[in-house]
């Protein structure tokens, strides 16, 4: 039995062959670090700003990363039709009007048959909204919000800048607009026990959001966080530890929304803790494992309510 509904096979369902995300990066900013909002960032940020920021830094357009990416898809994965992913930093932070050049540009190659935009809930607009829904009818579009907690006190001791209610906010105007919408969380975030990661996939599932991308929290050089572990004020999950609260996440989490991601990809020879985070196969394997195990699924422990109540 299928025990999660993975992403990649959605896409496959929707267009009948393997479908690859393109990562890019846009070269755009983030409020959370221009002083907009701080200068400081989020804790465990790095100047990639979690992303590919490798691209850019060599001083590649958007045209060449996606011709780079498509080699690389079709040579690993035979993949013919890929989705533009805006995936470093904040991909609403700029004037409309670039916007969507940058998003017309990645849309005009042979293949494209996505747009996902990766961004923060402070960041958007009516008129955002309106532009991501304004290629609905010839891609199919994703939003994706940065969440990571669903407790405000994380929330501040992250540095992350904008507040839950932010977020339910631009979720719902998001789903308004009819657009696909996914959070990003992180299990094992500071001072955040299991039951607060838990009670997260709760207040998730109570909201219209149709997918979720789950990380785990590694340490990588140049990061506050980093910083943090070596003054001995962060304690790392261990893998079998992070692979059972996914487990009882998914349990949480209705049946019908699409699990993106199960783990991280951390820069490897930037990474401080825990090592076990390089070992994403590994870690996969163990998820299903402990599933298969469990002889448990996703949405089992699923019971629905609407957030406040």
């Avoid at 996902?116 to 009818?137: E, M």
């Avoid at 951390?266 to 070992?279: F, H, N, Q």
């Amino acid at each position: 039995m299928e025990r999660y509904r993975d992403f990649n096979s959605y896409l496959k369902d929707m267009f009948g062959e393997r479908v690859q995300k393109i990562p890019l990066d846009a070269g755009l900013g983030c409020p959370n670090r221009d002083g907009t909002i701080s200068h400081k960032g989020c804790i465990f940020c790095d100047q990639r700003g979690s992303g590919t920021g490798a691209l850019i830094n060599k001083g590649l357009s958007i045209e060449e990363q996606i011709v780079q990416g498509k080699c690389f898809m079709e040579k690993r994965y035979g993949a013919r039709k890929f989705i533009a992913y805006f995936q470093s930093f904040t991909n609403t932070y700029a004037p409309i009007a670039r916007l969507k050049v940058l998003y017309d540009r990645a849309l005009a190659h042979e293949g494209m048959v996505g747009l996902a935009v990766g961004t923060r809930p402070d960041c958007i607009d009516d008129d955002v909204l309106d532009l991501l829904k304004s290629y609905k009818q010839d891609y199919l579009v994703w939003i994706e919000f940065g969440l990571q907690s669903s407790h405000e006190i994380t929330l501040e001791r992250i540095n992350r800048g904008h507040t839950v209610s932010c977020f339910e906010h631009s979720v719902l105007a998001a789903n308004k607009c009819g657009l696909n919408i996914c959070a990003h969380i992180i299990l094992g975030l500071p001072g955040e026990t299991r039951d607060m990661m838990l009670q997260t996939a709760h207040f998730l599932s109570a909201l219209p959001i149709q997918g979720i991308k789950i990380h785990v929290l590694y340490v990588v050089e140049g990061t506050q966080l980093a910083k943090n572990y070596r003054r001995g004020g962060l304690r790392c999950l261990e893998q079998e530890e992070y692979a059972n609260i996914v487990v009882e996440f998914l349990e949480i989490l209705p049946s019908e929304i699409i699990i993106q991601r199960l783990t991280g990809d951390p820069p490897r020879s930037e990474l401080v803790a825990p090592s076990w985070a390089k070992e994403k196969a590994a870690n996969l394997a163990l998820i299903r494992d402990i599933m298969k195990r469990r002889n448990t699924w996703q949405g089992r422990l699923f019971q629905k309510f609407t957030v406040g109540s």
